[in-house]
């Protein structure tokens, strides 16, 4: 029989006087399904479990017990390989806050109870509504937040990855946004799309995702598309930016836009996750620091009428639209009617992968850079 040793737990106090305990990891980190929302962490640092009377924060890591599979049946893993889940497995995640209409809308709870897989992507929290289109949140409990050996806890706050070039560039790059009316309007397809015409006519993208809840789907996509650099917000040390402020969206925005800029870079194409009335992306979206930042704007929308009223709404803001796309575009009696209404072009997913669309939106974007900023609030 081999020998065990018996495993000291040490009881301390947190200054409001309530009982944590600090005790060894009772498994093995890596023979546990691990979350793309982690990818960026040192799993090496991680030395404690922290249980007790612990108040979580977004982006803590922690140590779960699969106990009721629903809506989400498989954990994405680091390199995007989306592995099946059982009850009882043990899996590493994230607290983080979520806004999905066509899913959830859940935040961080304030202790270790029974809780919510609500992201594939790995993203602890408790579910507060759900669409119908869904089932319920998968069901998890939470074993103990990870920590390091001083009984820390590890946060993703702790893994930016984001360091700007040392190289730095005079160079005049674009920056193209890309917002839509709602979630599944089509933006992340296209961006993939402008992503696409822009490479193959030969020049080189960096793509960032700005907004949203951590998940691998939308970075994987442009990637294939030919980018040759992409991040989201992840890569900032975020799980997501549902309830964040206004203040550190737009350093966000500043920081991503710092880490793209590089002498090679010839356009940064920026997707906004969520629909314009989102809290977080209309705020953004309103923000001067943000208006004066971007070249233009591609807007995608699900039907005509979220078409017209988004384009005049970001137009009155003072953003340059080039184009109308996404669902809306694919539907020919929507196009008629969007078309009865503005004179903002539709871009149709066939004509932006295009031989030469690529050469005539970058002219576009670089004419419109050049021009004086929009906005000066």
């Avoid at 140590?63 to 592995?83: A, F």
């Avoid at 040390?237 to 870079?265: A, C, H, W």
């Amino acid at each position: 029989m081999k020998n065990t040793q018996t495993r000291k737990i040490e009881l301390v106090k947190s200054q409001a006087n309530k009982n944590i305990q600090v005790q060894p990891i009772p498994v093995v980190l890596n023979q546990c399904k691990r979350a793309f929302t982690t990818r960026h962490v040192n799993l090496g640092d991680a030395h404690t479990l922290l249980t007790g009377e612990v108040k979580p924060k977004a982006g803590d890591l922690v140590l779960c017990e699969v106990t009721r599979l629903r809506q989400h049946c498989r954990i994405e893993q680091p390199n995007g390989r989306r592995s099946r889940m059982f009850v009882h497995d043990k899996i590493v995640v994230c607290y983080g806050n979520r806004y999905a209409p066509d899913q959830f809308e859940s935040v961080v709870p304030d202790d270790l109870s029974a809780c919510h897989l609500v992201a594939g992507g790995g993203v602890a929290s408790h579910m507060r509504f759900k669409s119908p289109k869904v089932k319920p949140a998968t069901e998890i409990q939470p074993l103990g937040l990870l920590g390091n050996k001083h009984g820390q806890v590890l946060n993703l706050n702790q893994y930016n990855v984001l360091t700007p070039s040392k190289t730095e560039t005079s160079k005049n790059i674009p920056i193209l946004l890309v917002s839509g009316s709602s979630m599944n309007a089509g933006k992340t397809t296209t961006v993939a799309s402008l992503i696409k015409g822009l490479t193959a006519d030969g020049f080189n993208v960096s793509a960032a995702k700005v907004t949203g809840t951590g998940s691998g789907g939308d970075l994987w996509h442009f990637i294939d598309a030919g980018v040759s650099k992409a991040i989201d917000f992840t890569d900032a040390g975020l799980v997501s930016t549902y309830l964040m402020s206004n203040q550190s969206l737009v350093r966000l925005f500043d920081e991503m836009i710092t880490y793209l800029k590089t002498p090679q870079t010839d356009v940064i194409v920026v997707e906004v996750a969520d629909g314009i009335l989102q809290g977080e992306t209309k705020a953004l979206l309103e923000s001067p620091e943000i208006i004066n930042a971007t070249t233009a704007m591609v807007y995608t929308a699900g039907d005509s009428s979220s078409a017209v009223y988004g384009d005049n709404w970001l137009k009155s803001l003072g953003y340059n639209v080039l184009g109308i796309s996404g669902v809306v575009s694919s539907n020919p009696l929507g196009v008629q009617e969007v078309e009865k209404m503005t004179s903002t072009p539709i871009f149709k997913k066939k004509e932006t992968v295009a031989a030469g669309f690529g050469h005539q939106l970058h002219d576009m974007l670089l004419e419109l850079s050049l021009s004086p900023l929009r906005v000066d609030k």
